[in-house]
Antibody, heavy 116, light 114 residues
Framework: EVQLVESGGVVVQPGGSLRLSCAAS????????MHWVRQAPGKGLEWVSL????????YYADSVKGRFTISRDNSKNSLYLQMNSLRAEDTALYYC?????????WGQGTLVTVSS | QSVLTQPPSVSAAPGQKVTISCSGS????????VSWYQQLPGTAPKLLIY???KRPSGIPDRFSGSKSGTSATLGITGLQTGDEADYYC???????????????FGTGTKVTVL
């Protein structure tokens, strides 16, 4: 059974930092590019970042570029998102998703709340 | 603000058909494959359609996708109460991030079964 399990979401103050993790199982992790997608409360889906299967290429939404860093450890079947200089508008449920130009698998999300 | 435009809502009676449009441009839909996602209330999105019109294993043929030019369409026939959900289109956009590209989702459409 394919599983993507996100963790690391908490309440953090504006300007703070956070690292999200996503543990993958049930599929060949290093066959897949991986993404982070977020959804603010009551809002639509927003793509955040993409990393290639080998970590050699990364892409970011303009809204997070320079503040967020995506990475992966294929030996641990894990995906990460380092989030710095957090803003109130970063408050959202963060999903990790597997796929290249479409998302085959999704996790259940981890909630990040940026508030003082 | 998304670059892919969908109607906010569509509705129909059980057994009927609905279509959801997704309008974009040459930098996204016009030159890339489109996928569609279903998000039931309180759950994570699920892949419904990929590569414009292909269904993953387990997705019933009541769901169909098509693309023409810079627009795409999701069709749902034989509407069921279990189809009540938010639906999103998505594709790559080569014009984002100073030309480096990025993925974009549509604005989302809520399907209501009357």
């Amino acid at each position: 059974e394919v599983q993507l399990v996100e963790s690391g979401g908490v309440v953090v103050q504006p300007g703070g930092s956070l690292r999200l993790s996503c543990a993958a199982s049930g599929f060949t992790f290093d066959d897949y590019a991986m993404h982070w997608v977020r959804q603010a409360p009551g809002k639509g889906l927003e793509w955040v970042s993409l990393i290639s299967w080998d970590g050699g290429s990364t892409y970011y939404a303009d809204s997070v570029k320079g503040r967020f860093t995506i990475s992966r450890d294929n030996s641990k079947n894990s995906l990460y998102l380092q989030m710095n200089s957090l803003r109130a508008e970063d408050t959202a449920l963060y999903y990790c998703a597997a796929g290249s130009v479409y998302f085959d698998y999704w996790g259940q999300g981890t909630l990040v709340t940026v508030s003082s | 603000q998304s670059v892919l435009t969908q109607p906010p809502s569509v509705s129909a009676a059980p057994g009927q058909k609905v279509t959801i449009s997704c309008s974009g441009s040459s930098s996204n839909i016009g030159n890339n494959y489109v996928s569609w996602y279903q998000q039931l209330p309180g759950t994570a999105p699920k892949l419904l359609i990929y590569d414009n019109n292909k269904r993953p294993s387990g997705i019933p043929d009541r769901f169909s996708g098509s693309k023409s030019g810079t627009s795409a369409t999701l069709g749902i026939t034989g509407l069921q109460t279990g189809d009540e959900a938010d639906y999103y289109c998505g594709t790559w956009d080569s014009s984002l991030s100073a030309g480096g590209g990025g993925y974009v989702f549509g604005t989302g459409t809520k399907v209501t079964v009357l």
